[in-house]
């Protein structure tokens, strides 16, 4: 299975866009936001540059993980609409050429779940082996669960019968048993519904945890001879009902080193994930902004695998709905990032990540937050934004765990901050308050500001679809003084593009020496109005104020391309 026609990798050059759909839009007064409110704002995301929205789970669900616990994955949770509601959303998105894919969650279910209460109700139904369970007593594995803290461990004991069954997040998300052929279908079936409804892909969470046959017990029955047997199956299943002229996309959260991340797009062949969240990158990127120093950034960034295939993609972050995490990095790193960031241990969460959004861990310095999202889009690869970070949303500390990022959108200076018109306490969460309230921080009053964060963030949209370089491009990391930049060049198809970012409030002067075939040329600057000219020797000089950032396109003579 493999993919011959470039122009189906609309992925590879997408602005991705997350939306909560609790906390978006309310379209009918009962605190809790909708389809119908986000399909009144698809227009404000296409002027955004947004090209593919990513929706979090909207499933029935008792919403004890955020939605992400799902007792019906076929379902509309009815607080948000309904089927029709959603096949709307999905017309108007596609009417302005946005493509929509939703969260598929294929470690676990809700406990509500009928198939796990089937699982429960004997050990002889079919559907016990939908889950698993052991009849020994487990040994400890508090230090295995996801949520330290709210759960002392992944077994937990059902009274009923008297057995345990495995969950790596909370005990009320038992984890599915994917060695099981049946399961594996119902996935596909669920896979195979939304595509019919015309999502454009799936975000699939918990990829390392789905696969970890270790501790699944009758594996062997299944006749399951390798774990990543089952992403390609997923992704061969999402080629063959793929519709239309575009190929879905399937992009896997995998919290995990380069070199493991590798097997998960399937090696050379790229068989399995066409796109994965890059991690390393993201956690190594805040490292960087901590000591003002891009050394560590660019190691990562030279550490990614070089020997992809053509179909397949990284997707970069600053921020998502959960903690940022920083469990790849070491003890000492970690604890250097959260001191900085995080000096507050109610800023943290289970000792491993922050629970803060970005222009906060930035005391709103508007220079630095700018220069922050520039790296993001100029990153190799594909930048996805959380819903809010466009206007610079803040978090609410006083809501507990991850949810202290996912509060109301803030449209307007009105109630609530535009997000409903039912009383504040009939929200689905709380607007914040403080200097990143909605009477500071709104959509409205950023549209009138031309020098507002959210016309930054379109400026950078719009000119990243302009670059293939970015999407499509080979990285070479350039060699200069100062370490407080980061200095990189994009090269794809005969264009080349040279990218620097100032980590540091001090002015600098970067010289680089270019490639022979250089010389003559201009860096012509795409966000400003200047280049800079390269000499006989290949060399050139780039002036950088204080968390300044520059884009600068290759022009050699006689190139007619407009810039």
């Known amino acids: 299975m493999r993919i011959t026609d470039t122009a189906d990798l609309w992925y590879k050059n997408a ?61 509309v949770d009815p607080r948000y609409g309904d089927h029709g509601d959603f096949v709307e ?79 790596h997040f909370l005990h009320t998300q038992p984890d599915l048993n994917t060695a099981n052929p049946q399961v594996r279908e119902a996935i596909t079936k669920t896979m195979g519904f939304w595509l019919q409804l015309g999502v454009d892909g799936f975000r699939v969470d918990a990829v390392p945890f789905a696969i970890n046959q270790t501790t699944l017990s009758g594996a062997d029955e299944h006749e399951f001879l390798e774990p990543h047997d089952y992403l390609r199956t997923l992704r061969a299943f999402l080629q063959r009902r793929s519709t239309g002229t575009s190929s879905a996309m399937i992009l896997g959260e995998v919290n995990l080193p380069h070199e493991e991340q590798l097997a998960f797009f399937g090696g050379e062949d790229g068989d399995e994930l066409t796109m994965q969240f890059d991690f390393t990158v993201n956690q190594k990127a805040f490292l960087s902004f901590a000591r003002e120093d891009a050394r560590p950034l660019a190691e990562a960034l030279s550490e990614r695998p070089q020997n992809l295939s053509t179909e397949t993609q990284y997707a970069n972050f600053l921020r998502n709905h959960d903690e940022l995490t920083l469990d790849l990095l070491s003890a000492e790193q970690r604890d250097e990032v959260l001191d900085t960031f995080g000096p507050e241990q109610d800023m943290r969460f289970a000792g491993r990540g922050l629970r803060r959004r970005l222009p906060a861990m930035f005391d709103g310095d508007p220079r630095r937050i700018k220069m922050a999202y520039s790296l993001l889009f100029a990153l190799p690869g594909t930048p996805v934004l959380f819903y809010g970070e466009e206007i610079g949303m803040g978090e609410n500390l006083e809501v507990p765990g991850r949810e202290a990022v996912r509060t109301p ?131 050139t000089e780039v002036t950088l104020e204080g968390y300044g950032y520059r884009w600068l396109r290759m022009k050699r003579p006689g190139d007619p391309r407009l810039l």
């Not at 296409?46 to 919403?63: E, H, K, N, Q, T």
């Not at 004997?122 to 082996?129: F, G, I, L, Q, V």
């Not at 803030?410 to 535009?418: A, C, F, P, V, Y």
């Not at 670059?467 to 005969?494: D, F, K, N």
Request: glycine share 8%.
């Open 409 to 539: 959108m803030q449209w307007s200076r009105d109630k609530n901050g535009g997000f409903s018109s039912a009383r504040p306490s009939k929200l689905a969460r709380k607007v914040v308050e403080g200097p990143f309230g909605p009477e500071h921080v709104n959509a409205a009053q950023a549209r009138r500001d031309p020098d507002s964060l959210l016309h930054h963030i379109g400026r950078l949209a719009r000119r990243y679809r302009d670059c293939p370089e970015l999407g499509w491009g080979e990285l070479r990391i350039l060699e200069q003084p100062h370490q407080e930049v980061l200095a990189h060049r994009m090269t794809s198809g005969g264009q080349s593009m040279v990218l620097l970012h100032n980590l540091s409030p001090k002015s600098l002067v970067v010289p680089l020496r270019l490639d022979e075939q250089d010389q003559g040329s201009e860096l012509i600057d795409l966000l400003q109005d200047g280049s800079c000219g390269i000499d006989a020797q290949q060399h």
């Open 89 to 167: 959303l999905v017309r108007v998105a596609h009417d302005r050429g946005i493509r929509v894919i939703v969260d598929l969650v294929i470690n676990h279910t809700s406990d509500q779940h009928p198939w796990f209460r089937k699982s429960r109700a004997s050990k002889e139904t079919p559907y016990r082996d939908f889950y698993v369970w052991r009849s020994d007593t487990p040994p400890d594995t508090s230090e295995e669960a996801m949520f330290p803290g709210q759960e002392d461990g992944i077994w937990t004991y059902d009274e009923k019968t008297e057995e345990w069954y495995l969950h």
């Open 15 to 75: 602005v991705i866009y997350c939306v909560d759909l609790e906390t978006y839009l309310d379209s009918d007064g009962d605190g809790i936001g909708d389809l119908p409110g986000l399909t009144q704002r698809i227009d404000y995301l296409a002027d955004i540059g947004v090209s593919c929205l990513w929706l979090m789970p909207f499933y029935p669900s008792p919403r004890r993980d955020n939605g992400y616990d799902i007792s019906d994955m076929f379902g």
